[in-house]
């Protein structure tokens, strides 16, 4: 359901590390969809593989959101990591 009249206000939605639990896809689309401007909005999605799932079926994701959401989908930045760094990482 949108939440303002004219389907969505906002320009910019981000969603980081949210996409890992399928089951939760739709949901999240049809939230995002629903803020988003129609013509000029954009939905920054970062997201990692946590293995609880196949990436598959995380990748599925970016399918749902062009076909059953109208969504156009642009990969612009991928890099792939060994392990996780962080806050109590060992990692340099």
């Known amino acids: ?9 906002m320009d910019l939605l981000v ?5 890992y639990n399928p ?5 999240l689309l ?3 969809s629903g803020c988003i401007s129609k013509t000029d909005g954009l ?12 990436p598959d079926r995380v990748m599925k994701f970016f399918e749902l ?6 969504l156009h989908v642009i990969s ?3 890099k792939e ?3 996780q760094s962080g806050i109590g990482s060992t990692d340099p």
């Open 81 to 83: 990591y060994e392990g």
């Open 76 to 78: 612009a930045f991928e």
């Open 15 to 19: 969603a980081s590390d949210c996409i």
């Open 65 to 70: 959101a062009q076909t059953k959401y109208g």
């Open 23 to 27: 089951s939760y896809h739709d949901a």
């Open 1 to 9: 359901e949108d939440l303002t009249s004219d389907g969505g206000c």
């Open 30 to 32: 049809q939230s995002a």
């Open 43 to 54: 939905f920054i999605v970062g997201y990692s593989f946590h293995m609880n799932v196949s």
